[in-house]
Nanobody, 124 residues
Framework: QVQLVESGGGLVQAGGSLRLSCAAS????????MGWFRQAPGKEREFVAF????????YVADSVKGRFAISRDNAKNTVFLLMNSLKPEDTAVYYC?????????????????WGQGTQVTVSS
């Protein structure tokens, strides 16, 4: 079992930055690949970023490429999402999730565990 708790969300002006954290409980955290998703009101949950456990390789959605970065600290059981140059369209609830899958990281049903989400609001 892995329990995930996100933090770091809030209200920020366009062009600003936030760093989201996802703290995991459970000794098996380091065995999971980790992803970030977001869901805006009235929209489906969408992929944002992914980090692969075995080699640390990362992938981000085209909509956030060059602005967002994902990282993890296995010693602290934490994964991060650094968000720069935020835009109003980045406003959403952001979720971290854990998956054993190395490649099917785009799809929500590939993830076994989810956090409760943290709200990010970007004002124009």
């Amino acid at each position: 079992q892995v329990q995930l708790v996100e933090s770091g969300g809030g209200l920020v002006q366009a062009g600003g930055s936030l760093r989201l954290s996802c703290a995991a409980s459970g000794r098996t955290f380091s065995t999971y690949n980790m992803g970030w998703f977001r869901q805006a009101p009235g929209k489906e949950r969408e992929f944002v970023a992914f980090i692969r456990r075995r080699d640390g390789s990362t992938y981000v959605a085209d909509s956030v490429k060059g602005r967002f970065a994902i990282s993890r600290d296995n010693a602290k059981n934490t994964v991060f999402l650094l968000m720069n140059s935020l835009k109003p369209e980045d406003t959403a609830v952001y979720y971290c999730a854990a998956t054993p899958n190395n490649y099917d990281y785009l799809y929500t049903d590939r993830y076994d565990y989810w956090g409760q989400g943290t709200q990010v609001t970007v004002s124009s």
